[in-house]
């Protein structure tokens, strides 16, 4: 079974800074995605980014960008320029690109404030 | 576009009590529908999955069940309550098939069980 492990229960960051938030995974599978969501005070989880496992080159949506080591398991979120609106929880999540439920496994999440 | 409804948004409940949460989807056919429940604080846990009307997938054994009627409809339920029961409680909807398909979640229901 995989598993996902957000090592950091809480960050902080400076409005205008830049801060990335660290996602590891464990997977014997060889294709799967990977994502980051954003789930905000109101509780409704939103999709930030989305990584194929294929790809080598990293994602990127704006100011979030992800730093994907396929080798290192490791699925780490950047977010420049941060804003107050980005304060959330976040996690990360790994589907197998395998099966037909298509199921998420997510890790315990990282919760995010910014400082004005 | 596909929407997702969750009712009710709010539920209090005592102990022994029955419990019917239910989400549907509009906009779309035939999705993969998932029922979520996370805990205060904590990461989301996976309870059940469907991939078509009537078959339902476990992830978590416990005293809920889930079933799904029509194809666009999802139902959690418990005969009796548990105080471990209390949590936030998410639907979520995704297309079939192959690609990096997201999961589209719902607005949650807050449970609490007294």
């Known amino acids: 079974a995989q598993t996902v492990t957000q090592s950091q229960p809480e960050m902080s960051v400076q409005e205008a800074e830049t801060v990335t938030l660290s996602c590891t995974y464990d997977?014997?599978?060889?294709?799967?995605?990977l994502f980051w969501y954003k789930q905000p005070p109101s509780r409704q989880m939103i999709l930030v980014i989305r990584q194929e496992a294929y790809k080598q080159q990293n994602a990127t949506e704006n100011r979030f960008s992800v730093n994907f080591q396929k080798a290192a398991k490791s699925f780490s979120l950047k977010i420049s320029d941060s804003q107050l609106g980005d304060a959330a929880m976040y996690f990360c999540?790994?589907?197998?690109?395998?099966?037909?439920?298509?199921?998420?496994?997510f890790g315990s999440g990282t919760q995010l404030t910014v400082l004005p | 576009s596909q929407t997702i409804h969750q009712w009710p948004a709010t539920l209090v409940q005592p102990v022994g009590s029955p419990l019917s949460l239910e989400c549907t989807v509009e906009g779309t056919s035939n999705p993969n529908l998932y029922w979520y429940r996370q805990a205060a604080g904590r990461g989301l846990q996976l309870l059940f999955y469907s991939v078509g009307i009537g078959q339902i997938s476990s992830e978590v054994p416990q005293n809920l069940s889930a079933s799904r009627p029509q194809d666009r409809q999802f139902i959690l339920s418990s005969k009796k309550l548990l105080l471990s029961d209390s949590g936030f409680y998410l639907c979520?909807?995704?297309?079939?098939?192959?690609?990096?398909?997201?999961?589209?979640f719902g607005p949650g229901t807050r449970l609490t069980v007294t």
């Open positions: 979520a909807w995704s297309l079939k098939g192959g690609g990096s398909y997201e999961q589209y």
């Open positions: 997977t014997s599978e060889s294709d799967y995605y």
């Open positions: 999540a790994y589907r197998s690109a395998y099966g037909s439920a298509r199921q998420l496994t």
